[in-house]
């Protein structure tokens, strides 16, 4: 069984002015179909993994046969971020509550800061990759980044509950070199409501 694109939950349109329907659709359509498309054809003549979840797979990388591992890194990597990104973002927006907003507090203070901590990652990242903020073993919060198609099931360091695709694509026909203008813009459409089921699952 294939793996498979998954359907946005809202039109390409619905996360503007912040996110342009063009970029979403390019994104969405073109370039996540690209990522499992590599996934796949990595997997089409290793039919002992096809049943395995993506989760699975790219959290334990060195099972792997040594020829597909940076293909499932690569593509499997940007299968999980992108099905990810779809589904902490929402129209409307909102703020945090709740137990996620106890735990931000805990870990940052404020909630104005852990956006800046989480923004000053999401900057930092030279090139093209990621930033995170991740529940650690301890229950804790985190920011991280990590490059590429990269994520933190890679290496155990936490589950994911935010993050924002930082690669040049999710942000160049609206705000060109301007990502942290993107990154600003990106907070008003997170869907707080999956961040905190994340969390507290
Ligand atoms: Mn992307």
């Known amino acids: 069984m294939a793996h498979e694109v998954p359907a946005l939950g809202y039109s390409f349109d ?3 002015p912040h996110i342009d329907a063009q970029t ?14 590599g996934l796949n054809a990595a997997l089409e003549s290793h039919a002992n993994l096809q049943g395995k979840s ?14 597909i591992q940076t293909a499932v890194r690569n593509s ?3 299968h999980w971020n992108h099905s990810f990104f ?20 805990a870990g940052f203070g404020t909630l104005n800061e ?7 990652a999401a900057a930092g990242r030279f ?8 529940k650690n073993s301890a229950g804790d919060l985190q920011v991280t980044s990590t490059p590429n198609q990269d994520n933190p099931l890679m290496d155990g360091s936490g589950d994911p509950v935010l993050g924002i695709d ?3 694509h999710a942000y160049y026909l609206n705000y060109q070199n301007k990502r942290p203008d993107y990154v600003t813009a990106w907070f008003n459409v997170v869907n707080w409501d999956e961040v905190a089921r994340r969390f507290g699952g």
């Open 127 to 134: 090139g093209s990759g990621w930033a995170w903020l991740v």
């Open 14 to 16: 619905a996360l503007e």
């Open 24 to 37: 979403m659709e390019i994104h969405h359509d073109r370039h996540h179909a690209t990522y499992v498309a």
């Open 114 to 120: 852990m956006k800046a901590q989480f923004s000053a």
């Open 54 to 67: 993506l989760e699975d797979l790219i959290g334990d990388l060195d099972a792997l046969p040594g020829g």
């Open 166 to 168: 930082v690669w040049e």
């Open 86 to 105: 779809w589904q902490i973002m929402a129209p409307g927006g909102g703020e945090p509550g709740g137990a996620l907003l106890d735990a931000i507090l």
């Open 76 to 78: 499997g990597g940007g």
